[in-house]
């Protein structure tokens, strides 16, 4: 883009000597036209000039403002996703499965206290009373898992559905697990292409956006939150379009 703004300052500078060169030694009767013809050839490159330092601006005023719809969105799938697995000991890559959880499910309440009771064995093999520890655990009641999470609103039962870019599209959602040290952990991830966000916008500055490598930026080609290739459930936005935890 750089180059571009220099080549079209130099050719209005070029087309102003231009000017002035028709206005020395063109004849008097084709200067008109000429100038004419000139000066609207300045005004074109000076709108080109303006227009590739104001397009970039826009497009990263609306970028920003998708994004931040978007990651909504995915913090969610993700806190919905986190209340199933806490529940069912797994994540899920169904989204009626994941609404209807949230619709019925229920966040058991306990309390758990340490106390100490007979080891009747080793009281019986050494003749006196041996104490042992124990935790106790008591079900204290239930929580909505609806209304710890999304209270009145029900903005759950659109969260899979990309807010801005593309019409009628969803975020791309997977689960199962990952072996580490013979154990099986559950992972999953929710995505959309920066393609499908950004559908209608510059495609060059699009192509740009996709191959963002930057502290202050989305990596890659996509919004995602978890990963199916490590164990986290964190999102790949920087903060400054909120937290990503």
Known sequence: MLNFILIAVGAIVLTIVLVKLVD??????????LNIALWLLIAFLGYQTYMSIYTPILFNQEKDKRYAEVIKNLIDIRDSQLAYKQVN???????DELVKFIENGQYTIIQRKDASIIDTELTKRFGVDTYKDIVIVDTLGFVPVKDSLF?????????MNVPVGKPDEKFKLEAGFI?????????????VKKDIILYDQDKDMVTQENQVISVDGVNGDALRVGSMSEVKTIGNWPKTYGSNE
Request: proline share 8%.
């Open 24 to 33: 020395k030694f063109i004849p008097s009767k084709f200067k008109p036209v």
């Open 89 to 95: 000991g797994k994540f899920t890559d169904n989204y």
């Open 151 to 159: 209270k009145n609103s029900t903005r759950y039962k659109t969260m």
């Open 179 to 191: 072996r580490q040290n013979d154990i099986n952990i559950p992972v999953f991830e929710a995505s």
